[in-house]
């Protein structure tokens, strides 16, 4: 078989790409179900754990959450506010700038993010072997 390439990347990369694409797809997925099962979709999921995410504090600000998201901060208000009165999250006021609200898993939410997170540690392992032999094999011919 001609190894032709399109726009410089042969069929192996292409392989590699799909192969990614897939294994990504397969992650998603899997945190779908899994977030579904626990009662909470996978958006609330996401932005549960992204309170989590900045070292040093255990809450992330409205305007972080929209980032890890990436969504409209109008839309992440409705979500907190779904998430609220699920209660999974509370509000507070930062002391420093009162302008800031952030965002703090209740004991509920922590117990959530905590178990699925967990269930996602082994499906993350599959998903960076894939990434690691993509990487491996990107610099050899086809």
């Not at 979709?41 to 980032?67: C, K, N, V």
Request: proline fraction near 2%.
């Amino acid at each position: 078989m001609e190894n032709k390439t399109i726009e410089g990347l042969d069929k192996a990369g292409l392989e590699r790409q799909s192969q990614f694409r897939y294994q990504l797809r397969r992650f998603l997925r899997f945190g779908e179900e899994a977030a579904r099962a626990a009662g909470l979709t996978a958006l609330q999921y996401h932005m549960l754990l992204h309170t989590q995410a900045f070292p040093g504090r255990d809450w992330a600000s409205i305007g972080e959450l929209a980032e890890r998201l990436q969504a409209q901060q109008h839309g992440v208000v409705a979500l907190v506010t779904r998430c609220e009165e699920a209660g999974l999250v509370r509000r507070r006021e930062n002391q420093d700038d009162r302008r800031l609200v952030e965002v703090h898993l209740t004991p509920k939410g922590r117990r959530r993010v905590e178990r699925l997170a967990a269930l996602h540690q082994a499906e993350l392992g599959k998903l960076a072997a894939v990434i690691e032999a993509a990487r491996a094999s990107a610099g050899k011919p086809g």
